[in-house]
């Protein structure tokens, strides 16, 4: 069983910048595709950024493309997300997931996980 942990939310200012982790116990020796998503209150879940297992594949929503970036160290076990001109839309839980890269490349959709980790909130304000 795969277990997630994400780490590194917090309280930013508008235009700051802020890096969030994932790490991830219980892998087996196949890849992984992963991506991060967002939640914010009264809003839908919505797909941010996916890496494939070698981070060379990757996609971001419109949303966050250009201020975002993902990342991936295999070594640690850990994913990250790299996010800087933070604005106040930009509010809210920030979950980590993973599907075995046997799957289907699932990109930002959720329903191409399975795997999910409990989120971190972040809020951007002044």
């Known amino acids: 069983q795969v277990e997630l942990v994400e780490s590194g939310g917090g309280s930013v200012q508008p235009g700051g910048s802020l890096k969030l982790s994932c790490a991830a116990s219980?892998?087996?020796?196949?890849?992984?595709?992963m991506g991060w998503f967002r939640q914010a209150p009264g809003k839908e879940r919505e797909g941010l950024a996916a890496?494939?297992?070698?981070?060379?594949?990757?996609s971001y929503a419109d949303s966050v493309q250009g201020r975002f970036t993902i990342s991936k160290d295999n070594l640690k076990n850990t994913l990250y997300l790299q996010m800087s001109s933070l604005k106040p839309e930009d509010t809210a839980m920030y979950y980590c997931a993973a599907v075995s890269a046997r799957r289907v490349w699932p990109g930002l959709r959720q329903s191409g996980y399975d795997y999910w980790g409990q989120g971190t909130q972040v809020i951007v304000s002044s």
């Open positions: 890496t494939d297992n070698d981070g060379v594949l990757k």
């Open positions: 219980g892998y087996t020796s196949s890849g992984y595709y």
